[in-house]
């Protein structure tokens, strides 16, 4: 199985100030179609999660533009340019590439 | 606009079955792959298993091997997921998701709350 490693578990962030998370597979992401599917996931409390970012660098519909994908191989990057109080919630990456899919631990976007 | 949306709440008795419903509505044409994942109260997302729509093979992550069973309807959108063999340790949120060109789709999560 492939292996998600988030960094970091948890993030106070100040309200406008930017954010990072980091996601490393412990294998290549590419499809036998040569699509490397890689998504970023927001769950707030009590909701189901949301998908934010996928095939690694692509907004959802409705996604402000303050979130932003990156990374090649097996490091990817999830960006937040300026956070603000609706962002606090749990990040996940995800891979489904291939079965079974497999989640990073979480990372806990908080506000200091 | 396409829509998820699962079965409502279950409560069962340690040792018996669930089964969890999922309706996609919207466009939804060749969708690549199905999933069932869940999450424990005060956990993160855990794979139970999947079928990759072309092939209808279900395949499980192997500590569901033998409880769960997961169909799946492409003419009717809808796929289910049971599963068997219940204990405390299943209680959680089951969510169904659907990939299509890369994206996706989450339906909203049925609560299956294991207790005697």
């Known amino acids: 199985d492939i292996v998600m490693t988030q960094t970091p578990l948890s993030s106070p962030v100040t309200l406008g100030q930017p954010a990072s998370i980091s996601c490393r597979s412990s294998q290549s992401l590419v499809h036998s179609d040569g699509n490397i599917y890689l998504s970023w996931l927001q769950q707030r409390p009590g909701q189901p999660p949301r998908l934010l970012i996928y095939?690694?660098?692509n907004r959802f519909a409705g996604v402000p533009d303050r979130f932003s994908g990156s990374g090649a191989g097996t490091d990817f990057t999830l960006k937040i340019s300026r956070v603000e109080a609706e962002d606090v919630g749990v990040y996940y990456c995800?891979?489904?590439?291939?079965?079974?899919?497999?989640f990073g631990q979480g990372t806990k976007v908080e506000i200091k | 606009q396409v829509r998820l949306v699962q079965s409502g709440a279950e409560v069962k008795k340690p040792g018996s079955s669930v089964s969890v419903s999922c309706k996609t509505s919207g466009a939804m044409f060749d969708t690549y792959s199905i999933s069932w994942v869940r999450q424990a109260p005060g956990h993160g997302l855990e794979w139970v298993g999947g079928?990759?729509?072309?092939?209808?093979?279900?395949k499980y992550a192997q500590k569901f091997q033998g409880r769960a069973t997961i169909t799946a309807d492409e003419s009717t959108y809808t796929t289910n997921m049971d599963l068997s063999g219940l204990t405390s340790e299943d209680t959680a949120v089951y969510y169904c998701?659907?990939?299509?060109?890369?994206?996706?789709?989450w339906g909203q999560g049925t609560l299956v709350t294991v207790t005697s």
């Open positions: 079928i990759i729509t072309l092939s209808g093979t279900p």
């Open positions: 995800m891979q489904a590439t291939q079965f079974p899919w497999t």
């Open positions: 095939k690694i660098s």
């Open positions: 998701a659907r990939q299509w060109a890369g994206i996706v789709y």
